[in-house]
């Protein structure tokens, strides 16, 4: 099971960051990620961590987010600095079992419900 918190509501040039606690089985045996989806636009890939800690990042929030995680506490997190008001979405966590690293969300097995992201301008 995947539970996301730390989403709000933010103005431009704000930060914000993003928790996602795992539970069930540990984060180690999972590529993880990040995804977000706008009112009528698809899901997209944000951010994504594999087993080895390697990481990935879309083209619009490179330089922007951090993703990590603790293996020993089983949380994900997500690092926004300098948001803008096209990052408001719906953030998913999500993961796979071998699946990595997570670009298309059609691909992947476990998601999380969802939190609300709102940059205001």
């Known amino acids: 099971q995947l539970v996301e918190s730390g989403g709000g509501s933010v103005q431009d040039g704000g930060s914000l960051r993003l928790s996602c606690a795992a539970s069930?089985?540990?984060?180690?045996?999972?590529?993880m990620g990040w995804f977000r989806q706008a009112p009528g636009l698809e899901r997209e890939g944000v951010a994504a961590i594999g087993f080895d800690g390697v990481t990935w990042y879309g083209d619009s929030v490179k330089g922007r987010f951090i993703i990590s995680k603790d293996n020993a506490k089983n949380i994900l997190y997500l690092q926004m600095n300098r948001l803008k008001p096209e990052d408001t979405a719906m953030y998913y966590c999500?993961?796979?079992?071998?699946?990595?690293?997570?670009?298309?969300?059609?691909?992947?097995?476990?998601w999380g419900q969802g939190v609300q992201v709102t940059v205001s301008s």
């Open positions: 999500a993961a796979d079992p071998l699946y990595c690293p997570l670009e298309l969300p059609h691909r992947v097995k476990y």
């Open positions: 069930g089985d540990t984060l180690s045996n999972f590529c």
